[in-house]
T-cell receptor, first 111, second 114 residues
Framework: RKEVEQDPGPFNVPEGATVAFNCTYS??????FFWYRQDCRKEPKLLMS???SGNEDGRFTAQLNRASQYISLLIRDSKLSDSATYLC????????????FGSGTRLSIRP | DVKVTQSSRYLVKRTGEKVFLECVQD?????MFWYRQDPGLGLRLIYF???????EKGDIPEGYSVSREKKERFSLILESASTNQTSMYLC?????????????FGEGSWLTVV
């Protein structure tokens, strides 16, 4: 089983729709969580950190569920410019710190 | 703004050639990383370094080596390139420790080995 798993998609939704996707992690030693966005043939860039209490940044909401070991990203009122691949990132603190990237969920917004 | 610069964006090399990928960051970050990204496999860590002259193997170090002689520069070396090393290579950096520190990526180096 992969340490971090994401539905690869693609999610194909109309402009203005709300879309959500999850990322599950297997190691309970996981301590820090992030969502990164990667455009086609570009480098990943930080979208937002994920806090235990949940956090919002404009149209984007991130949630963490430690009991079920997943994080989620919700995008409201989606725009064409939201089309990208969304990577979840988990940082483990066990014997040595480790950064683990999910394989990404591809999102395509259609007009 | 943090800048991570990968000087070679697109390279085509022959099997058996020695390949150097250079990465420079301008924010005095202690941590530097080399990843490769392949379709369906996501980002895989090759090597990382948490200080000058320090290096740690990542998940897929075979066929690669690294050099960190200066804090701002982290080089990835393919001693004898092979076709299965055709990939996009991403350099990244972050502040010391990993807790909550943003990882900044370079724009990537697309390597084709023929």
């Amino acid at each position: 089983r992969k340490e971090v798993e994401q539905d690869p998609g693609p999610f194909n939704v109309p402009e203005g729709a709300t879309v959500a996707f999850n990322c599950t992690y297997s190691n309970s030693a996981s301590q820090s969580f992030f969502w990164y966005r990667q455009d086609c043939r570009k480098e990943p860039k930080l979208l937002m950190s994920v806090y235990s209490s949940g956090n919002e940044d404009g149209r984007f909401t991130a949630q963490l569920n430690r009991a079920s070991q997943y994080i989620s990203l919700l995008i409201r009122d989606s725009k064409l410019s939201d089309s990208a691949t969304y990577l979840c990132v988990v940082i483990l603190y066990s014997s040595a710190s480790k950064i683990i990237f999910g394989s990404g969920t591809r999102l395509s917004i259609r007009p | 703004d943090v800048k991570v610069t990968q000087s070679s964006r697109y390279l085509v090399k022959r099997t058996g050639e020695k390949v150097f990928l250079e990465c420079v960051q301008d924010m005095d970050h202690e941590n530097m990383f080399w990843y490769r990204q392949d379709p369906g496999l996501g980002l895989r860590l090759i090597y990382f370094s948490y200080d000058v002259k320090m290096k740690e193997k990542g998940d897929i170090p075979e066929g690669y080596s690294v050099s960190r002689e200066k804090k701002e520069r982290f080089s990835l070396i393919l001693e004898s390139a092979s076709t299965n090393q055709t990939s996009m290579y991403l350099c990244a950096s972050s502040l010391a420790g990993l807790s909550g520190n943003t990882i900044y990526f370079g724009e990537g180096s697309w390597l084709t080995v023929v």
